[in-house]
């Protein structure tokens, strides 16, 4: 487990707190939409995180080729139809590049400063000439509007319990899942950042927003 990440509930619990089980009953939102207006038909995507597959899958259905990265082998186990590789993606080198790197899940908030530095990094390194990452970013009001709760239409219960401060910037977050058969908790470490800290965190990398793809600026188009 890293340090700073926790998990609770049935099932196996990966290195940063995240559940399975859980993972798999999450339904699909609408980055693949997003994602699939952002890019060309037919791309090469480099999914950084992919976990089960919740949005590799309706990638997949919607014509990319999609290579999907995890460092859980549990997680990547429910991924079909993608190539897979198992592995931290800080230390990700493939040797080749794609038409579009994903990096989603708020990954680009990682509390430790060296683990972001090298998540951008694997972007940079993996992203083809002409080609773009997409990120997804916390909303802005995402460690502000604490406790906050919301009921799925599908019938389960995500609660944002909590946001502490536990000093250099980096908050703890305690989030619950409750479904009406199962629960689990997930702790984790995140750094809030401003649009400009966001900005200035892909410049040192050698990116630059492209454009913020959806009005709250949550998904965004880099380039190199």
């Known amino acids: 487990m890293r340090e700073g990440y926790e998990g609770t509930g049935p099932g196996a619990i990966t290195p940063d707190g995240c559940a399975v089980e859980l993972y798999a009953r999450l339904p699909v939102g609408d980055e693949p939409d997003i994602i699939a207006h952002a890019v060309p038909e037919g791309a090469r995507i480099l999914e950084l995180g992919s976990g089960v597959g919740r949005i590799t899958h309706p990638l997949l259905e919607r014509g990319f080729a999609v290579t999907a ?7 990547l186990e429910r991924v079909r139809g993608a190539r897979t590789i198992c592995s931290p993606i800080e ?3 493939l040797g080749e590049t ?3 790197v994903l990096l989603a899940s708020f990954l680009v908030h990682a509390g430790d400063l060296e683990v972001r ?7 940079v390194r993996h992203v083809a000439e002409g080609g773009c990452v997409l990120i997804q970013r916390e ?8 406790p906050r ?7 389960f219960t995500v609660r944002i319990v909590s946001s502490e401060p536990v000093g250099d910037g980096v908050h703890s977050v305690r989030a619950e899942y409750e479904f009406p058969d199962a629960a689990w908790t997930q702790t984790f470490r995140a750094r809030p950042l401003s649009r400009e800290q966001f900005e200035e965190a892909l410049a040192e990398a050698g990116l630059r927003v492209d454009r913020y793809l959806t009005d709250d600026r949550i998904w965004v188009k880099a380039v190199v």
């Open 98 to 100: 794609f038409d579009v």
């Open 149 to 155: 709760e919301r009921v799925d239409p599908s019938g």
């Open 139 to 146: 909303g802005e009001d995402y460690h502000a509007n604490v």
């Open 117 to 123: 530095r090298g998540l951008l990094r694997t972007c």
């Open 91 to 93: 230390e990700l080198d």
């Open 69 to 75: 990265v995890d460092e859980s082998a549990e997680m």
